[in-house]
């Protein structure tokens, strides 16, 4: 398409991030096209379609040499005459841009914080930093939203319980009330009912996945408290309506307690048997991040005892899992499969502003 140079892109090497290299670099490999083809089919029948239409909304960009680097070290040595650095969470400040030799044209954060760029130095270099609110970010709050309420209101206990007969064999004692004198709300006399409105919601990591909870939860009239290892700028807790507390504390006073923290050896088992031990009785715990993030036979426990009020995950602790997992017998745990960025395009939409706004600020 193109005659002119081809632009060089430094991209941290994440797993969606690939598709800049699918779409803008012809040296991509085939089975890294048809692996994401086979990746994205349910929701997506033309994946080379995207790719193309993607391309030509950008067709000066293409095509352009696509460096995925994984680690700081990688991305520095990649860096020399490179035109975009695409960063989720590698860091990027002053070695980086003199590494880069004065190339820079954008730097491209994938998400909207940017904490682990030093805006100084780049600015002085003349190189600019994007940022995008990513969909998939928001469709993962959603979903811990979606495990919040579904708790909350006995969905998976209750979904299409009509009759007496079905009621009854519940466990339920169904009536009827006298309407001449009361509503009839509830007459199937299922307890222990729980709204969202003015219950506190502890998140534990207040990135940007715990940012759009925080937003939500709070246009639910639900109090925000956050944990994390570092406190947040003031005007940052002030825009979340979040206050910051230590992990014991947040689990000792939350009615609802979210985990939003990355996979790594310091996180696994991050919620044991004394976190559990010390978490509100009757609180319900929501995990849209790692299953890893919760040992395993603590949470059993909790749940027997009914210290939890219920459980809440997405992305079990195998994939596929067993249908016979003791865990899923619970009638108060709700377990989705890895829906949380879903639909595909909302990842594919994503990348799709990332890559048509840099062909428009680069033509």
Not at 175 to 202: C, D, E, F, S
Not at 205 to 233: D, F, K
Request: proline fraction near 5%; hydrophobic fraction near 40%.
């Amino acid at each position: 398409m193109s005659k002119s140079p081809r632009r060089k892109f430094v991209v941290e090497n994440d797993t969606f991030l690939r598709l800049i290299q699918v779409v803008l670099d012809p040296s991509a490999s085939q089975e890294r096209i048809e692996a994401f083809a086979h990746f994205c089919l349910h929701d997506l029948a033309d994946f080379r379609g995207w790719c193309e239409r993607v391309r030509n909304q950008a067709r000066h960009l293409y095509p352009a040499d696509v460096r995925l680097v994984d680690d700081q070290e990688n991305l520095r040595a990649n860096l020399a005459g490179a035109t975009v650095a695409v960063v989720e969470e590698l860091a990027f400040g002053a070695q980086e841009i003199a590494a880069a030799g004065g190339s820079l044209k954008f730097i491209q954060k994938y998400g909207f914080t940017t904490r682990n760029i030093d805006r100084a130095p780049c600015e002085r270099a003349g190189a600019e930093v994007l940022t995008i609110r990513r969909r998939a970010n928001i469709a993962t709050a959603e979903q811990g939203l979606m495990l919040m309420l579904a708790l909350a209101r006995q969905v998976r206990q209750n979904a299409n319980l009509i009759s007496v007969e079905q009621l009854k064999a519940a466990g339920y004692q169904p009536t009827t009330y006298n309407r001449a004198h009361t509503p009839n709300g509830n007459w199937a006399r299922i307890p222990n009912m729980v709204t969202l409105y003015q219950k506190q919601l502890g998140i534990i990591g207040l990135g940007e996945i715990g940012r759009e909870l925080a937003l939500r939860a709070s246009a639910l009239g639900m109090r925000i408290v956050y944990s994390q290892r570092t406190r947040l700028p003031a005007e940052v807790e002030r825009h979340y309506q979040a206050t910051y507390a230590t992990l014991d504390e947040l689990l000792a006073s939350s009615d609802f307690a979210s985990l939003h923290l990355p996979r790594s050896p310091a996180t696994v088992n991050f919620i044991g048997e004394r976190e559990l031990s010390g978490i509100k009785p009757g609180a319900f715990l929501i995990n849209v991040s790692q299953p890893n993030l919760v040992e395993r036979n603590a949470l059993r426990q909790a749940l027997e005892s009914k210290r939890l009020s219920g459980y809440g995950l997405d992305t079990f602790y195998e994939e596929p899992g067993d249908a016979n997992d003791p865990l899923i017998k619970f009638p108060n745990v709700i377990v989705t499969p890895h829906l949380g960025g879903s639909p595909r395009w909302n990842s594919l939409d994503d990348i799709e502003e990332v890559i048509v706004n840099l062909g428009r600020l680069l033509a």
